[in-house]
């Protein structure tokens, strides 16, 4: 609307607000190390697009000068959006998405009204009254993608946590007291229609399902199972020499040639599809699922948001996503409904797994443990003592509720053990070295990855550890191997390997 509607504004504003001349991004200044960095030049309409019509997507992160010009582009617009806004209140579109926002994050009713007076937000009336309407509409929603239809004998799979909110009250009176609401979150991920097309229907009954079940007790599982492959061995040590690639570019040297330099990212291998998917989030369920109880009032209430009858729901293969206590509150009620022939009672249709973040949150959880060590034994070489090296008290390391902390201290940790690797690898871990990275050919810089590799990371670098007469030597080499798994999952769902 306004770069349409309102030009002259929008330029006159964004006009004056670059006179203020170009800014010099002094990190990025060296050419050397903007091509090593591989970045993408975006510009700042890509950004903005994403911002004005709320999508979620994955951008570059803007330098330099493009950086500047898109927060001038997103100041004039803003300003221009307030003059509109003053004008006509119904030109409310970034003031009712803020005063939405500003609801849900909490922002008290005095600020809010202060924001509203500025013309940054539609009142606080407006913002109740629109998420009413949104969620009438979700409502209708979650009833037309849950019902049953004849081609698709799939649910589409429900999505459950639990949640613990607080309502704060500050001046606290009689009947005026904070209080805890202790339920159930949840969505509904409707399978997108192109993959639907590549699958064989009818291996998705709750017939066949039962009939593969049938088949588990007398399934072996092998070791070769979890072996990787020739093509998972190939990408590994891709993946390895991308590592250390990344940590050499940003601490130590860059290359001369980026094009012919062994690359900071590794290649692509099986890449999920990166379209928005299809979710529609259910109403908050005044039931926890921290027990076998409270999981049966949650299904009770998942069945009436729904619209179903009991016969429908329970009568379709229903997949669902969950963490592990309310995988095993779940399997608990099912225990104690069993033996029943109602499918609404023997709960055999609802297929449970544990989703991709909880599985990757319990995977981090205990290899951090795992190699942590004990901080009261100074002779003791775990993570504890690259976390202390680094300035990171040990004692606040582990908390299993702070998933992003644990994955930041890992990624310290490996990548301070890398550096160092590269030191011993360049001779120059007794020197002192200067901020500023040094440019070398890049046969060198690769020859220098390669080494690094081989001495420390590849298989025969740890069988040789094992067989040493030093094991902390050994340990460390693990605990490098076991970290770069995780940091890499983490970074394979980053921008730089699910952008196009």
């Known amino acids: 609307m306004t770069e349409e509607h309102m030009p002259f504004l929008h330029g006159l504003i964004f006009g004056m607000l670059q006179q203020r001349g170009i800014a010099n991004d002094t990190s990025m200044a060296n050419k050397d190390a903007r091509e090593a960095a591989n970045l993408a030049n975006e510009t700042s309409k890509d950004a903005a697009e994403c911002e004005d019509f709320g999508e979620v997507a994955y951008i570059q992160e803007l330098t330099g000068q493009d950086r500047v010009n898109a927060r001038f582009a997103r100041i004039a617009t803003t300003i221009c959006s307030i003059v509109a806004f003053a004008h006509n209140r119904r030109h409310n579109a970034l003031q009712l998405r803020n005063s939405v926002r ?38 209708a929603n979650i009833r037309k993608v849950m019902a049953v239809k004849q081609n698709i004998p799939l649910a589409p799979s429900i999505c459950i946590d639990n949640i613990d909110m607080v309502q704060r009250v500050h001046d606290l009176s009689v009947g005026n007291r904070s209080n805890t609401f202790c339920g159930t979150w949840g969505y509904i991920h409707v399978p997108n229609n192109s993959l639907l097309c590549t699958l064989n229907l009818e ?118 996503d969950g ?63 690259f976390l202390e090296a680094l300035g990171f008290p040990s004692e606040k390391a582990i908390q299993k509720k702070e998933f992003t902390l644990m994955i930041n201290q ?62 902390k030597l050994n340990n460390t080499l693990i605990l490098l191997h076991d970290f770069s798994s995780v940091v890499e999952a983490m970074r394979s769902m980053s921008l730089e390997i699910l952008e196009d």
């Open 102 to 139: 500003f609801l849900a994050c909490g922002v008290s009713e005095r600020i809010h009204k202060y924001l509203n007076y500025l013309g940054l937000a539609s009142s606080r009336r407006t913002a109740l009254s629109a998420l009413k309407t949104l969620s009438k509409e979700g409502e």
């Open 203 to 320: 291996e998705l009954t709750l017939n066949a399902f039962r009939e593969s079940l049938r088949n588990v007790p007398d399934f072996t599982i092998e070791p070769a199972h979890f072996m990787p492959a020739a093509d998972a061995q190939a990408s590994e040590v891709a993946i390895w020499k991308s590592q250390i690639a990344r940590v050499l570019q940003e601490h130590l040297a860059i290359p001369s040639k980026s094009a012919s330099a062994t690359p900071i990212n590794p290649p692509v291998i099986d890449q999920i599809s990166h379209k928005k998917p299809t979710i529609h989030m259910l109403k908050l369920m005044d039931a926890s699922d921290n027990s076998a109880e409270g999981i049966g009032q949650v299904f009770t209430t998942i069945l009436h948001q729904s619209g179903l009858l009991g016969d429908e729901f329970y009568g379709r293969l229903q997949p669902m």
């Open 323 to 385: 963490d592990l206590g309310t995988i095993q509150n779940f399997n608990s009620l099912r225990s104690q409904r069993t033996p029943s022939p109602h499918g609404k009672d023997n709960l055999k249709n609802v297929l449970f797994q544990l989703g991709a973040s909880h599985t990757l949150w319990n995977i981090v959880s205990t290899t951090f443990t795992h190699h942590f060590g004990d901080p009261s034994d100074d002779s003791n070489c775990g993570a504890w003592q």
């Open 410 to 471: 890992m990624e310290r940790v490996m990548e301070a053990t890398l550096y160092y690797c590269l030191r011993v690898v360049m001779k120059t871990q007794f020197k002192n070295l200067s901020e500023e990275r040094q440019t070398i050919p890049t046969a060198c810089w690769n020859a220098i990855i390669d080494e690094c590799y081989d001495q420390f990371c590849s298989p025969k670098a740890r069988r040789a550890a094992a067989k040493g007469n030093c094991p």
